[in-house]
């Protein structure tokens, strides 16, 4: 089962965009392990005004397609991005963070962050930047600590 609904709504000027969203779904049993349905909900607010644009979305799974009878679950994340866009630039940052617990009943944590930059050529073209920040722990145990810089051009037709 998946339901959906959205909001979206300009007053004086400010833009509001609120969404819902549920899924449902039957898991099943492999080599005699039973798993546990999925059951996810999402939600999403983001507002607008001139150039900026922020938003904060959500996630919920629980223990979504984890072992019946285990301890793992608690299978989360969120996000909350701003973009700014003006004349022919655009800046933009966001940061993301997951979350679960495993079978061992550990934590496992991933968080990114992207602060990025474009500027359009025009005629299509855009070229930009992104620097990256990623963090994976697994076990309260960092596994994934890598920074980076990224650039592009889009040529769109």
């Given at each position: 089962?998946?339901?959906?609904?959205?909001?979206?709504?300009?007053?004086?000027?400010?833009?509001?965009?609120?969404?819902?969203?549920?899924i449902t779904g039957n898991s099943g049993q492999v080599a005699a392990v039973n798993?546990?349905?999925?059951?996810?909900?999402?939600?999403?607010?983001?507002?607008?005004?001139?150039?900026?644009?922020?938003?904060?979305?959500?996630?919920?799974?629980?223990?979504?397609?984890?072992?019946?009878?285990?301890?793992?679950?608690?299978?989360?994340?969120?996000?909350?991005?701003?973009?700014?866009?003006?004349?022919?630039?655009?800046?933009?940052?966001?940061n993301v963070e997951t979350s679960m617990t495993d079978a061992n009943n550990l934590d496992n944590n991933s968080k990114t962050r992207t602060?990025?930059?474009?500027?359009?050529?025009?005629?299509?073209?855009?070229?930009?930047?992104?620097?990256?920040?990623?963090?994976?722990?697994?076990?309260?145990?960092?596994?994934?600590?890598?920074?980076?810089?990224?650039?592009?051009?889009?040529?769109?037709?």
């Amino acid at each position: 089962l998946l339901v959906i609904g959205k909001y979206s709504a300009e007053m004086e000027g400010v833009g509001i965009d609120l969404a819902y969203g549920m899924i449902t779904g039957n898991s099943g049993q492999v080599a005699a392990v039973n798993y546990n349905d999925l059951d996810e909900t999402v939600y999403s607010v983001a507002l607008s005004y001139a150039g900026l644009t922020v938003d904060y979305r959500k996630n919920e799974a629980g223990n979504s397609g984890t072992a019946k009878n285990g301890n793992a679950g608690n299978n989360q994340g969120s996000s909350y991005c701003g973009v700014y866009r003006f004349d022919k630039f655009g800046i933009g940052a966001c940061n993301v963070e997951t979350s679960m617990t495993d079978a061992n009943n550990l934590d496992n944590n991933s968080k990114t962050r992207t602060y990025a930059a474009d500027y359009s050529l025009g005629g299509g073209v855009t070229v930009g930047a992104v620097y990256f920040t990623v963090e994976q722990s697994a076990n309260n145990t960092i596994m994934t600590d890598v920074d980076g810089v990224m650039t592009m051009m889009s040529i769109g037709f």
